[in-house]
């Protein structure tokens, strides 16, 4: 039985082979409408989710399967004070695989440790986020064709950002070389994030203050919000957010086949006028989050392309 | 110069750096009833000073714990007057409870089936360890 808890769960063999997978799923979705008739997925969202909990449910249902849990640890048992090796252990007689979402960091880990079905880490406060690691490396699957050969800038909050690091770590996996990083002073990537891809990867980093120093270097630009609470005082905020923010004008002297990506939500730092050029994927990158996150039950519940013998 | 007379059995730990024994005393010996004398600021030509502790008729330590503390530390053994073995703390690799992790959202703050563990990255000059779960750096501190 396997887990997946962290991006580093899985090799980059079975990383492709999943994105494979997932691409097969989405050019051919009725093959795969039947695979998981029978099977129930447990949806336990201790916190809220929009993308991560309606994108597993869906994910499931176009699998042929269903979906039972909570959106709130509020209707659960944990508000009577029930531990969540007692839920886990439970939710193992009801369901046949689980994917949670808990505010805690380290909780979908002690889950699996009492768990008897596969877990699926749908977010651990900042820690980790793998699923959005796999839709992000089918997005840029199929917009660039392979993963790990392009220049990747990342822009925005890179402090606490958990989807850019999560993702940064898997592209340097990958044999990505090179990225740039745009952020203010106060949400730059960590120190010890830094180092270990220098030592351990060899990637080089550039680090600049402004996107528009950059824009036409990229291939993959991947904006994060930036939230108002990480600065220091609101001067600073207002000051630098626009160095943060695209719109069609810094857009100018990118590259024509440049893909622009965002986890989203995003509130301001990507304008709507950004919506309709055709670099936009962001959206499509949400839409391919269900399709491997279909890849990736099959593959924890070995049905489908994953069934044994 | 004050002398202290040598043990017959028992152990000798030495080498602790200077101010530190009283730590390792208070730890593992305020409420033994065997006899033990903490040695204090003695000259060390290895370490200019040093404090050492001596135990009668006690021949186990817990020399992960005295690693955490100073891992210069040694422990002698002597049995019959006899140095009978010469062992240097250990620093641990592991360490299963007893220590807490720095991240307060990790769920080991909340939740007491989730006991901390951690594993040592670094032990050159700070000791850091990474917690099992939410994988944050905790610097090892008495």
């Known amino acids: 039985m396997r887990h997946l808890i962290e991006p580093e769960d899985l090799t980059l063999e079975e990383i492709e082979h999943l994105v494979a997978t997932g691409m097969d799923i989405f050019n051919n979705p009725s093959n795969y409408s039947e695979v998981c008739k029978g099977k129930i997925l447990a949806s336990l969202f201790f916190e809220p989710s929009t993308r991560t909990k309606f994108s597993f449910d869906s994910a499931m249902m176009r ?145 600049v203050l402004y996107l528009e120093e950059v824009i036409d270097k990229i291939d993959i630009l991947y904006m994060t919000r930036i939230q108002k609470e990480r600065f220091f005082n609101e001067a600073d905020y207002l000051k630098l957010k626009d160095s943060f923010m695209l719109n069609r004008d810094k857009l100018k002297e990118a590259k024509p086949d440049m893909i622009i990506m965002h986890p989203l939500p995003r509130v301001n730092e990507i304008a709507y006028d950004v919506d309709d050029d055709s670099r936009a994927v962001y959206f499509e990158q949400s839409e391919m989050g269900v399709y491997i996150r279909m890849a990736l039950i099959t593959k924890l519940l070995e049905v489908g392309p994953y069934a044994r013998g | 110069m004050l002398e202290v007379k040598g043990i017959d059995n028992g152990i000798v730990i030495d080498h602790i750096g200077s101010g530190k024994g009283i730590k390792i005393f208070n730890l593992l010996f305020a409420s033994t009833e065997t006899p033990v004398v903490l040695l204090m600021n003695v000259k060390s030509q290895l370490l200019g000073s040093k404090d050492i502790i001596k135990v009668e008729n006690v021949y186990e330590v817990d020399l992960d714990l005295l690693g955490l503390i100073d891992p210069k530390i040694t422990v002698n053994v002597i049995k019959d007057g006899k140095l009978s073995s010469k062992t240097r703390a250990t620093i641990p690799t592991t360490i299963k409870g007893g220590m807490k992790c720095h991240n307060p959202r990790c769920i080991t703050h909340s939740d007491d089936y989730a006991i901390p563990e951690f594993t040592l990255i670094k032990a050159n000059g700070k000791l850091e360890y990474e917690c099992s779960f939410c994988e944050e750096i905790t610097i090892y501190k008495l």
Not at chain 1, 79 to 86: P, R, V, Y
């Open chain 1, 63 to 207: 699998l042929g399967g269903n979906v039972i849990g909570f959106a709130d640890a509020e209707t659960s048992s944990t508000k009577k004070g029930e531990s969540l090796a007692d839920t886990i252990r439970v939710m193992g007689y009801y369901s046949d695989i689980i994917v949670m979402r808990h505010p805690k960091e380290g909780a979908p880990k002690l889950a699996s440790q009492y768990s008897s079905i596969p877990v699926i880490n749908g977010g651990d406060g900042g820690h980790q986020h793998p699923t959005q690691t796999l839709t992000d490396l089918i997005t840029i699957k199929r917009f660039k064709g392979e993963i790990g050969k392009h220049s990747v800038a990342f822009c925005g909050d890179l402090k606490y950002g958990r989807t850019v690091h999560s993702l940064i770590r898997t592209l340097a996996r990958f044999g990505t070389k090179e990225f740039i990083l745009v952020s203010p002073e106060e949400l730059k990537l960590p120190e010890s994030l830094k180092r270990q891809l220098v030592e351990k990867y060899g990637v080089e980093l550039t680090e």
